[in-house]
């Protein structure tokens, strides 16, 4: 991209946005457009800690589950197939051996295993009323701090009750 090569401070990246009166040039931040999908997972659940929600409570609890399926199949690559869920990952882990690189995170099983079971009701495959699930702000908060401290305690073992 030419935007890599250029001096930020002297250029802007802008888009033409849509709107109800017809269409207008405003700016576009190039960086978070371009992003893979578990950095915006991330970037949106760090933003909520930090900031709280920009985006709706819905689009933030629909971050999590996304962002721990992909942190698992990068950390253990080959691990997983790739139409596992986290449900189906926590069942693999559950049934690993000693000697499996899974069984490294039996320690992370059962906080990994609450927040699956919370994020799971605000997925149309685990329910079909989920666009319209109640999500509580502190609940979510805490279950986006337990989400960011997991994935990045998934190989310290010490972080279970440090």
Same mark, same amino acid.
């Given at each position: 991209?030419?935007?890599?090569?250029?001096?930020k401070?002297?250029?802007?990246?802008?888009?033409?946005?849509?709107?109800?009166?017809?269409?207008?040039?405003?700016?576009?931040?190039?960086?978070?457009?371009? *992003? &893979?999908?578990?950095?915006?997972?991330?970037?949106? %659940?760090k +933003?909520?800690? @930090?900031?709280?929600?920009?985006?709706?409570?819905?689009?933030?609890?629909?971050?999590?589950?996304?962002?721990?399926?992909?942190?698992?199949?990068?950390?253990?690559?080959?691990?997983?197939?790739?139409?596992?869920?986290?449900?189906?990952?926590?069942?693999?882990?559950?049934?690993?051996?000693? *000697? &499996?690189?899974?069984?490294?995170?039996?320690?992370? %099983?059962? +906080?990994?295993? @609450?927040?699956?079971?919370?994020?799971?009701?605000?997925h149309?495959?685990?329910?079909?009323?989920?666009?319209?699930?109640?999500?509580?702000?502190?609940?979510?908060?805490?279950?986006?701090?337990?989400?960011?401290?997991?994935?990045?305690?998934?190989?310290?073992?010490?972080?279970?009750?440090?």
């Amino acid at each position: 991209l030419v935007w890599n090569s250029s001096d930020k401070s002297n250029v802007k990246t802008l888009c033409i946005a849509r709107t109800s009166q017809g269409n207008v040039i405003s700016e576009w931040d190039i960086e978070r457009a371009t *992003q &893979d999908e578990y950095y915006k997972n991330y970037f949106t %659940l760090k +933003e909520y800690l @930090d900031k709280g929600s920009s985006n709706g409570l819905l689009d933030v609890v629909r971050c999590i589950r996304p962002l721990i399926e992909k942190n698992l199949r990068m950390r253990f690559p080959g691990q997983f197939k790739t139409n596992d869920w986290l449900g189906d990952m926590l069942s693999n882990i559950r049934k690993s051996e000693e *000697q &499996d690189p899974l069984s490294r995170l039996k320690p992370s %099983l059962q +906080e990994l295993s @609450d927040i699956n079971e919370y994020s799971k009701q605000f997925h149309h495959d685990q329910n079909p009323d989920a666009d319209s699930h109640p999500i509580n702000d502190i609940e979510l908060k805490t279950y986006v701090e337990r989400t960011l401290n997991v994935i990045s305690c998934v190989y310290k073992l010490r972080c279970q009750g440090e």
